[in-house]
């Protein structure tokens, strides 16, 4: 088992971290959420039915080959937990089977970034039910047949921002509805289970001590970058 790619506890229970003294973060989590999502929507959704949604896209600096460093989707990041950009994901309705889709690398990405990640190896880190790539989607909507395809879409009520919904080609061949998974999610993000509170009070308590480090070693003349190199440290 390839390190960093899929690290089990002693339950036997796949976990992420950053490694040392860093939080333990259970991967059920993730699956936890789906499920809360879910019982959120059942009421309106149709079994028989998939939540679709994207990723985060990798993106360049301007016209360079430049790569910006990336940060997931929070949504998708909330459902999934992947690190990994321009994947989608499908959960099935009702019983919350997940689906990770991630994009088909050529060979020649290994020479620059090194080994190429199996699906097997997305599936054991994510614990996800199945790993397709992302150009199998059009097949396997066909071969699914869902009856409905649920799509995030909505509009942030203090940014103003709009969320962009998850397509793919020959997506307009299916009922799409658009409508019930946003206000299902951002209700289910409103309340934090016991897994997630650890996560933020874990954060919480490492912002806490860099703003202490910074206090305590910040000398006149300092430049402000100098300061946060080290409250990032």
């Not at 994207?54 to 360049?60: D, T």
């Not at 059009?138 to 969320?163: E, F, L, Q």
């Not at 954060?203 to 970058?225: C, D, F, L, R, W």
Request: hydrophobic letters at 40%.
């Amino acid at each position: 088992m390839e390190a960093g790619w899929a690290t089990v506890d002693g339950d036997g229970e796949a976990f992420y971290s950053q490694g040392g003294q860093t939080a333990k973060i259970p991967r059920s989590m993730h699956k936890e959420n789906r499920l809360k999502v879910l019982a959120l929507m059942a009421d309106d959704a149709l079994p028989g039915s998939l939540i679709f949604v994207a990723g985060g896209v990798q993106q360049c600096r301007n016209d360079s080959d430049h790569e910006i460093i990336f940060r997931q989707e929070s949504n998708f990041h909330y459902l999934f937990g992947v690190a990994e950009a321009d994947c989608f994901g499908a959960v099935s309705v009702p019983d919350g089977e997940a689906t990770l889709f991630i994009p088909r690398l050529p060979e020649s990405h290994a020479l620059w970034m090194g080994k190429i990640a199996t699906q097997e190896m997305f599936k054991r880190k994510y614990a996800v039910d199945q790993v397709l790539f992302t150009d199998k989607i059009p097949k396997v909507m066909k071969d699914a047949a869902p009856r409905v395809i649920y799509v995030y879409s909505g509009v942030n009520s203090d940014s103003k921002s709009v969320g962009v919904p998850a397509s793919f080609e020959g997506i307009d061949q299916f009922r799409v509805d658009s409508g019930l998974l946003h206000p299902a999610l951002f209700e289910a993000r409103v309340t934090k289970s016991a897994k997630e509170l650890l996560a933020l009070r874990f954060a919480n308590q490492m912002s806490s001590k860099a703003h202490i480090s910074v206090m305590q070693k910040v000398t006149p003349g300092q430049m402000e970058y100098q300061m946060e190199a080290d409250f990032l440290h």
